[in-house]
């Protein structure tokens, strides 16, 4: 899962060790903890874990989770382009770790994956600017969008076809210092590459999706943006593996149950 953080960056992990929560920051294989979020300006404490003893969780603890539609024009089909990002929240009760079992409904009959690239908000944004709306993503992560594409159909909202508990996989770290605008990100199945498309392909950009929802809901730290899905996608089973692999980030990986 670990690759050398290139010059520059800098990947944060939220992780359990033993009974212990903490945040730390990710050197090569070696966990550093930090003395609070990272998100609050948070020290090294001296204490360090290496990787592969602890349990790495979801990086952030989002006061909110919001996730853009139609956002790639790969993904598009038929429909027409939007004219604004096409919004809509997943509750936080959806969040499942790095390494977490997706689990599939019972009664779902064409649940799908949907890699993305995941914004991390740093601070309160009420009516920002475009410059505000940049200078408040933290970080990025990756996510995936899991979504029951028949209630998505059927249903009035999409509260269970986007929010069913573990529907929102995200990690394994948030990471600072990429240009998050031109980012290669891959979906995975089973290893065979079911998605590929770069990040500068998004119909609407990282700080215009942060700026335009700033606008009706006042964005807190910690709130997380799924920013959209590229080209199609297709049922997963109980049993497969998904993958979301992006560019200077990371693998999330998850299994079907």
């Known amino acids: 899962m670990q690759a050398q953080s290139p010059t520059g960056v800098t990947r944060y992990v939220r992780f359990q060790a033993g009974s212990k929560i903490a945040y730390g920051v990710l050197e090569g294989d070696t966990v550093s903890e930090l003395t609070g979020s990272y998100l609050q300006g ?11 003893s602890v349990m790495l969780l979801p990086p ?5 989770i919001l996730a853009v539609g139609l956002n790639y024009k790969s993904h598009l089909g038929q429909r027409t382009p939007p004219s604004k990002p096409e919004l809509f929240f997943k509750p936080n009760t959806c969040l499942q770790k790095p390494g977490g079992d997706i689990v599939i409904p ?6 799908h994956y949907e890699g993305e690239l995941v914004l991390v ?17 933290f970080g990025v992560t990756c996510g995936n969008d899991v979504s029951e ?18 529907f929102g996989p995200v990690g394994p770290w948030v990471v600072t210092g990429l240009n998050y605008g031109n980012l290669l990100l891959q979906t995975r199945l089973n290893g065979e590459v079911v998605q590929k498309q770069s990040t500068s392909d998004l119909l609407f950009d990282c700080p215009a999706m942060v700026q335009f929802a700033s606008q009706h809901v006042t964005l807190e730290p910690g709130d997380i943006i799924f920013t959209g899905t590229p080209q ?13 692999d992006i560019e200077g980030i990371g693998v999330l990986r998850n299994k079907l149950v």
Request: with cysteine; net charge positive; charged share 40%.
């Open 232 to 244: 199609t996608t297709k049922k997963m089973n109980r049993g497969d593996t998904v993958e979301v």
């Open 42 to 52: 948070a020290k090294k404490k001296g204490a360090k874990h290496p990787l592969n």
């Open 121 to 137: 908000v740093s601070k309160r944004l009420r009516n920002a600017s475009r410059e505000e709306a940049q200078a408040a993503i």
């Open 106 to 111: 019972k009664e779902s009959k064409n649940t």
């Open 60 to 64: 952030v603890e989002p006061p909110k």
């Open 149 to 166: 594409r028949d209630w998505q159909k059927d249903d009035l909202q999409w509260w269970r076809a986007k929010g069913c508990d573990t």
